[in-house]
């Protein structure tokens, strides 16, 4: 599984996999359904490179549950995106959002915590990929990100204004300066379903959360 194998991806291949993982989120989200199961072990990167999302699996761990989730409330596709940012971060920082002795304790956490800043857990995290995931986080559902096009058009300029601000400092010159042209992450999107070809892992799994209000 890639994330026990590497642990804390390298920041670029996070981007890609979740750019390349939204659309087949949006399309769940289209049919006017919320996902609910949201975490490594249900994006499979495929031989190709692309991502899609599991048919299969059990409901997120509380790793991953959403603050109305945890209170028992209707989801909408922004518990998804809180999830989704859950996986993200960890996929960049090599650890949750939350850490905690027992489920209880990380379901208070993901209802009255704040996240620990992202940059500090990793260096290479730019502060505006920082800000993206940090909105995916945002305890109250109309304070995230709405849709994933949304967040889709902001991961992608937050990627470009950090492969813009990596070129220009190698190359000694201004951020702005013109002619440093971003590099976008190589994935492809491809629907959720099944796998059309053998997957070379889930990122990672983790406990589910048996019984709790995440799994509505």
Not at 12 to 18: G, L
Not at 190 to 200: D, F, L, M, Y
Request: glycine share 6%; with cysteine; charged share 20%.
């Amino acid at each position: 599984e890639l994330l026990d194998e590497e642990r804390q991806l390298p920041v670029e291949k996070a981007v890609a996999i979740v750019l390349a993982a939204l659309p087949a989120l949006a399309h769940v989200h289209a049919q006017g359904a919320v996902y609910r199961r949201v975490q490594p072990s249900s994006v499979l990167v495929l031989e190709d490179g692309s991502a899609m999302l599991s048919e299969f699996g059990l409901p997120a761990s509380a790793d991953y549950a959403a603050p109305e989730a945890v209170r028992g409330e209707t989801l909408a596709a922004t518990a998804d995106i809180y999830a989704l940012g859950c996986t993200f971060f960890e996929s960049v920082a090599g650890r949750p959002p939350f850490l905690a002795g027992s489920e209880a304790e990380l379901l208070e956490h993901h209802l009255h915590s704040e996240p620990p800043a992202l940059e500090r857990l990793n260096p290479e995290v730019s502060p505006q990929l920082a800000a993206v995931i940090a909105r995916c986080l945002r305890k109250a559902p109309g304070e995230r990100w709405q849709s994933t096009a949304e967040l889709a058009a902001a991961l992608e300029a937050a990627w470009a204004e950090t492969t813009q601000t990596r070129a220009a400092r190698r190359s000694g010159r201004s951020p702005s300066r013109p002619g440093s042209q971003p590099r976008s992450p190589p994935l492809a999107a491809r629907p959720g379903g099944t796998p059309a070809s053998r997957p070379n892992a889930p990122l990672a799994a983790r406990p589910a959360l048996s019984g709790g209000p995440g799994a509505r």
